[in-house]
């Protein structure tokens, strides 16, 4: 049987995936250690109530989203696109 904390770990994991932010700047983000956020996704242990809003403002999801474990396709809305590299120059014709 899978417990609460271990379906929790997992959807904090894919959430975490999903946007694409590795574990060490998540950790950073809501005040935790690696090791401590590791933990959680592992379903080792279980966050503090205080930390779930800091949980779900670094995944940039609503705090129920969290706890969604029946849906756990959950496809944020794309980053707006930011381009830095210059256009290409047209290839001449031969």
Not at 2 to 12: E, K
Not at 16 to 37: C, D, H, N, P, W
């Amino acid at each position: 049987m899978t417990t609460l904390r271990h379906r929790f770990g997992r959807r904090i994991a894919e959430l975490r995936r999903i946007s694409g932010m590795k574990q060490e700047v998540f950790s950073e983000a809501i005040g935790l250690t690696a090791k401590a956020a590791g933990d959680i996704e592992r379903g080792m242990a279980f966050p503090k109530p205080e930390k779930l809003e800091k949980i779900a403002a670094a995944l940039k999801v609503p705090l129920k989203e969290l706890f969604d474990f029946e849906d756990s396709r959950y496809i944020p809305p794309p980053p707006p696109l930011q381009t830095t590299e210059k256009p290409r120059a047209a290839r001449k014709s031969r």
